[in-house]
């Protein structure tokens, strides 16, 4: 829910565990507690999406949990995390943006213990986009009230046994019938690349094509879409760099063309999912959907500079949902 | 039938996201390590263990591609 920080204070105090995105400077107002929470100023409410300064979105963990943990994670531990997250119920896993943390799991948490059989979900911590590269994106531990821009934050969720979590992904994006790119080396750049099994400069190729930059490169990993979103693309310098890593051995298309962004988005959003207990959606679909003002159904949330579901993805929404076991 | 998935020699689309990304990045690992084939399929077998109520469909089109 998108509340005041007051409200944000209260739940706090009433020792409710909550989720909290939200200013740098109101999260620093919260009081130590069971909260774990992130810096970004851009959110998903019932009135559409908006900037805030002055408000905070806060996620309540369901009354019937049967206990939450809190845990810190650097670059030494962050492999864990699939061990951490408990057999029944989900993570919800934060990351500052930029740090060699977000890295470092953008790159190797596939490969994580167990990251797969758990519902690990979450988000990158972002801020103004007026001010990256001059302000750190943040992440909260509450219990000790640490601020951290280089360890991330999660919070693990253990549910009842009639309960079950699950993740859903909203891609509005798919594979276009253009060719087929490979990456000679796994990482966020790159000045070469494999068109069609022939490799070329990134320059060469892509300053013949019109390339457009905000649509992403995607992968089929057996019926889940991955995208990879552009960061930068220098044509004469023949450098791409991106928000995720584009994997050796992995093959990717340019997204198919849409026509319209946001109305394609907005159609794409589930309906009747049961009850959401996380959902976030990147900061792209904010701005190329132009959602500011906009509704985006039931599923509310902050916006982000990266999603996780089990790893690092661009350019989608990720939502948790609970249902009971038959 | 996990063999080969792990080895990337049967295509099927995944209703279960998880499941698909983590067959995917199974081949990944497979394919820098062919000699990890037997720990990469017991990771498969114990993923349709554990997930078996949300794989049903999936096991079954699986299945008749044989």
Redesign the interface.
């Known amino acids: 829910m998108f509340v005041s920080i007051e409200k944000a204070r209260a739940l706090i105090t009433a020792k409710t565990p909550v989720i909290v995105a939200g200013d740098e400077a109101l999260l620093r107002t919260l009081p130590a507690g069971d909260w774990v929470g992130g810096t970004i100023p851009y959110f998903m409410t019932p009135e559409g999406g908006q900037v805030s300064r002055t408000h905070v979105f806060v996620t309540e963990v369901p009354a019937f949990a049967r206990g939450v943990h809190i845990t810190t994670y650097d670059e030494q531990t962050i492999s864990t995390l699939g061990t951490d997250s408990p057999e029944n119920g989900y993570t919800i896993l934060i990351l500052p943006a930029f740090s060699g943390l977000h890295r470092l799991f953008a790159l190797q948490a596939p490969t994580y213990e167990n990251i797969f059989f758990r519902v690990v979900a979450g988000w990158i911590s972002g801020t103004h986009l007026g001010d990256v590269g001059k302000i750190a994106p943040k992440v909260f531990a509450g219990p000790t009230g640490e601020i951290l821009d280089m360890k991330g934050v999660a919070m693990h969720i253990e549910l009842p046994r009639e309960y079950q979590a699950k993740i859903g992904i909203v891609n509005i994006f798919e594979q276009g019938d253009g060719d087929e790119i490979q990456f000679p080396a796994t990482g966020f750049e790159s000045d070469v690349c494999i068109v069609n099994g022939k490799t070329t400069r990134i320059g060469d190729y892509l300053g013949q094509t019109g390339f457009d930059t905000r649509l992403p490169l995607v992968a089929n990993y057996n019926g889940t879409k991955c995208n990879v979103s552009i960061r930068s693309l220098d044509i004469p310098g023949s450098k791409i760099t991106f928000f995720a890593p584009v994997f050796a051995g992995v093959k990717y298309r340019h997204a198919k063309p849409m026509g319209d962004y946001a109305e394609r988005f907005l159609s794409a959003i589930p309906k009747d999912i049961g009850p959401t207990v996380f959902c976030c959606n990147c900061v792209h679909n904010y701005l190329h959907g132009n959602l500011e003002g906009r509704r985006t159904g039931d599923l509310q949330g902050p916006m982000t500079f990266g999603e996780i579901a089990y790893q690092l993805l661009n350019q989608t929404l990720v939502h948790v949902t609970l249902s009971k076991r038959k | 039938m996990w063999a080969s998935l792990v080895q990337g020699l049967v295509?099927?689309?995944?209703?279960y996201?998880?499941?698909?990304?983590?067959?995917?990045?199974l081949n990944?690992?497979w394919?820098?390590d062919p000699s990890k084939l037997p720990a990469l399929v017991k990771q498969v077998w114990?993923?349709f263990l554990?997930y078996h109520?949300?794989l049903g469909g999936d096991v079954v089109k699986l299945f008749s591609q044989r």
């Open positions: 295509a099927h689309d995944f209703s996201p998880a499941a698909g990304m983590l067959i995917f990045n990944l690992q394919q820098r114990a993923f554990k109520h949300l």
